[in-house]
């Protein structure tokens, strides 16, 4: 793992091999291993490349100094946010999104897509009047599973708020622009329609489009086909970290020099009798059916699980250098990123926090950022029993002094868009960043001992934001940290 910290707040851990592996920067302190980890050789350049190839024995922690961090400079490998766009339960305009978020409005409501009368539970954040008029002809829309057209959508408008229409599209090279929108569960009505169309007609009955509209790389693939992108484009699929996990490698294709812009984010609609049903044999779901607008709580001691929310989240991730060129406006800047896995069960976080707490260090190394910088956290912040507190504990763990630190939950709002999420979020992120408020996390009513983190509770505040992260974790341990900034030449 890769990590840096000032002077004032980090620790190396030593082991018995030091002298022939080296030292590796772990974490920050407070933070107490618990079992025996691997470890390689350290340099002393902030970026740190450690290599997991020596075994160590018992983890002793002691003191000592790494240079400060350094952010990138070279305007080829800089990457700036020049669009936006989704597709939420607050509808498909960026500004109205925002404002409803600030107003603390709960877009959770009784689900009536389909009869969930049997179900234990009966809510959700479905979308509703979603028209994909001006985005998508009329004989693909009746085709196709909701997740495309949220997905389709949200690009679309993603590049029109980048003033890359499909006027200025053609007047570019296309093949230095990329896609990377993924999805957690893919087109999950089109698969259960067609599952259900085999067992209860047979296979000649299948449609054609079940496995196109079914796969988790349509949504890449249909946006490029629509816009004639030609860059890098593929799905990545890691549950509800899929958004972030696409930032962070769209954001590495531009750095590498494969890609000037990338499309990318996440998108999901699995409100459908299989995605409601199966998530309630995960027991995973809140199931506060007398009160949904209340059922998403982060943090509250009375929580009871996540509630299931649905669309599409993207962003247009464009090099400083093509920006400036083409004369785009910038709304601010990504930093960096990492990915980590937990490597500890399908379902359940670890209580330790180690998975998280060593993915926001990554992501602060690769940003170069350090820990006294970052003032917000956009929390995934679920409202689970586990993992709020398991991700609190960790935020803790990396950030020493959190006196002046907010941190909320979009999801209080918006319920959990599943592969969605992180996508949403950074666009609540990067809104905070503009606007100069942060939304509240409602629903808090009796908060957590452990919460010493101010959680803007119910009621919006105005924030200065000089560095914040979004934080999206999976099932699977899959986690995953963005870091983004306003934008300073």
């Given at each position: 793992?890769?990590?840096?910290?000032?002077?004032?707040?980090?620790?190396?851990?030593?082991?018995?091999?030091?002298?022939?592996?080296?030292?590796?920067?772990?974490?920050?302190?407070?933070?107490?291993?618990?079992?025996?980890?691997?470890?390689?050789?350290?340099?002393?350049?902030?970026?740190?490349?450690?290599?997991?190839?020596?075994?160590?024995?018992?983890?002793?922690?002691?003191?000592?100094?790494?240079?400060?961090?350094?952010?990138?400079?070279?305007?080829?490998?800089?990457?700036?946010?020049?669009?936006?766009?989704?597709?939420?339960v607050f509808g498909n305009d960026i500004d109205a999104f925002?404002?409803?978020?600030?107003?603390?409005?709960?877009?959770?409501?009784?689900?009536?897509?389909?009869?969930?009368?049997?179900?234990?539970?009966?809510?959700?954040?479905?979308?509703?009047?979603?028209?994909?008029?001006?985005?998508?002809?009329?004989?693909?829309?009746?085709?196709?599973?909701?997740?495309?057209?949220?997905?389709?959508?949200?690009?679309?408008?993603?590049?029109?708020?980048?003033?890359?229409?499909?006027?200025?599209?053609?007047?570019?090279?296309?093949?230095?622009?990329?896609?990377?929108?993924?999805?957690?569960?893919?087109?999950?009505?089109a698969f259960s329609n067609g599952v259900e169309a085999l067992?209860?007609?047979?296979?000649?009955?299948?449609?054609?489009?079940?496995?196109?509209?079914?796969?988790?790389?349509?949504?890449?693939?249909?946006?490029?086909?629509?816009?004639?992108?030609?860059?890098?484009n593929y799905s990545i699929s890691t549950a509800c970290a899929?958004?972030?996990?696409?930032?962070?490698?769209?954001?590495?294709?531009?750095?590498?020099?494969?890609?000037?812009?990338?499309?990318?984010?996440?998108?999901?609609?699995?409100?459908?009798?299989?995605?409601?049903?199966?998530?309630?044999?995960?027991?995973?779901?809140?199931?506060?059916?007398?009160?949904?607008?209340?059922?998403?709580?982060?943090?509250?001691?009375?929580?009871?699980?996540?509630?299931?929310?649905?669309?599409?989240?993207?962003?247009?991730?464009?090099?400083?250098?093509?920006?400036?060129?083409?004369?785009?406006?910038?709304?601010?800047?990504?930093?960096?990123?990492?990915?980590?896995?937990?490597?500890?069960?399908?379902?359940?976080?670890?209580?330790?926090?180690?998975?998280?707490?060593?993915?926001?260090?990554?992501?602060?190394?690769?940003?170069?950022?350090?820990?006294?910088?970052?003032?917000?956290?956009?929390?995934?912040?679920?409202?689970?029993?586990?993992?709020?507190?398991?991700?609190?504990?960790?935020?803790?763990?990396?950030?020493?002094?959190?006196?002046?630190?907010?941190?909320?939950?979009?999801?209080?709002?918006?319920?959990?868009?599943?592969?969605?999420?992180?996508?949403?979020?950074?666009?609540?992120?990067?809104?905070?960043?503009?606007?100069?408020?942060?939304?509240?996390?409602?629903?808090?009513?009796?908060?957590?001992?452990?919460?010493?983190?101010?959680?803007?509770?119910?009621?919006?505040?105005?924030?200065?934001?000089?560095?914040?992260?979004?934080?999206?974790?999976?099932?699977?341990?899959?986690?995953?940290?963005?870091?983004?900034?306003?934008?300073?030449?």
């Open positions: 793992m890769a990590t840096f910290a000032s002077a004032s707040s980090c620790v190396l851990i030593n082991s018995k091999e030091s002298q022939r592996n080296g030292v590796s920067l772990f974490q920050y302190s407070g933070l107490r291993p618990v079992e025996s980890m691997q470890f390689g050789a350290i340099s002393c350049d902030p970026k740190v490349s450690i290599s997991t190839s020596a075994k160590c024995g018992r983890i002793k922690a002691m003191a000592s100094t790494v240079s400060a961090p350094k952010r990138e400079k070279d305007p080829k490998k800089r990457i700036v946010i020049t669009g936006m766009g989704l597709v939420s925002y404002n409803k978020l600030l107003e603390g409005v709960s877009g959770i409501s009784q689900i009536d897509r389909f009869d969930a009368s049997e179900f234990s539970v009966r809510f959700a954040g479905q979308i509703r009047n979603f028209s994909s008029k001006g985005y998508i002809d009329g004989k693909n829309d009746r085709r196709l599973d909701d997740c495309w057209r949220y997905c389709l959508v949200s690009g679309k408008r993603a590049l029109e708020d980048a003033n890359l229409g499909q006027e200025v599209l053609e007047t570019m090279d296309r093949t230095r622009i990329g896609v990377l929108v993924g999805s957690g569960m893919g087109g999950i009505t067992i209860q007609k047979g296979y000649k009955k299948i449609t054609p489009f079940f496995i196109p509209y079914s796969i988790t790389n349509m949504g890449s693939a249909l946006l490029a086909i629509d816009t004639g992108l030609m860059g890098p899929t958004a972030n996990y696409c930032f962070y490698a769209a954001a590495n294709h531009i750095r590498r020099g494969e890609a000037d812009i990338m499309v990318a984010g996440g998108t999901e609609a699995a409100v459908i009798p299989t995605g409601v049903g199966g998530f309630i044999a995960c027991r995973a779901l809140s199931q506060r059916n007398d009160e949904p607008e209340r059922a998403s709580r982060p943090w509250d001691k009375h929580r009871d699980g996540f509630v299931i929310g649905e669309g599409s989240g993207v962003l247009v991730m464009e090099s400083l250098e093509h920006a400036m060129k083409r004369g785009a406006n910038i709304i601010a800047e990504y930093l960096g990123g990492a990915v980590t896995c937990d490597a500890h069960h399908m379902t359940d976080p670890r209580s330790d926090g180690l998975g998280v707490s060593s993915c926001i260090i990554k992501s602060l190394e690769d940003a170069g950022v350090a820990p006294e910088e970052v003032n917000y956290v956009n929390a995934h912040a679920t409202s689970t029993l586990a993992g709020d507190l398991a991700e609190v504990n960790a935020i803790k763990k990396v950030f020493k002094n959190t006196s002046e630190m907010k941190m909320n939950g979009t999801k209080s709002m918006t319920g959990h868009g599943l592969g969605a999420a992180g996508g949403l979020e950074a666009i609540a992120t990067i809104k905070a960043i503009n606007t100069g408020w942060l939304h509240p996390t409602i629903n808090q009513y009796n908060l957590e001992p452990e919460v010493t983190i101010d959680t803007v509770p119910n009621v919006k505040k105005q924030h200065e934001v000089n560095v914040g992260i979004s934080n999206s974790f999976g099932f699977g341990g899959h986690n995953s940290v963005v870091v983004f900034a306003p934008f300073k030449p």
